[in-house]
């Protein structure tokens, strides 16, 4: 069974930056898509990076040029570096996989997900 486990969530100032990282056991990330989402309560959880396994990235439009996703295959693990952090990334973060290779891909696909971590965005 796949286990995915993020790591890196806290509490940061707006415009503040934190790295998160999304590890696996019994299985290869690098020979997968692996996509971010969040979510906070009472919304649905929404895509927000994902890398495929060429290599290739999407962003959603609400983090382009502020987030930096990136894979380190020696370490398996793939990255969510975030920058300017906004009030409004405040939720949980979740990675995944729908045990394909392409970006992006819906919620509804996702066959693993991680336990999730929580960012706070907040003075």
Known sequence: QVQ??????GL????????????ASRFTLKDYAIHWFRQVPGKEREG????????????ADFVKGRFTISRDN???TVYLQMNSL????????YCATNNLYSCPFPVGSVTSWGQGTQITVAS
Not at 48 to 59: A, F, P
Not at 86 to 93: C, H, R
Request: aromatic content about 8%; some cysteine.
């Open 48 to 59: 927000v990076s994902c890398i495929s396994l060429t290599g290739g990235i999407y962003y």
């Open 74 to 76: 020696s370490k398996n």
């Open 86 to 93: 906004k009030p409004e990334d405040a939720a949980t973060y």
């Open 12 to 23: 940061v100032q707006p415009g503040g930056s934190l790295r998160l990282s999304c590890t």
């Open 4 to 9: 995915l486990v993020e790591s890196g969530g």
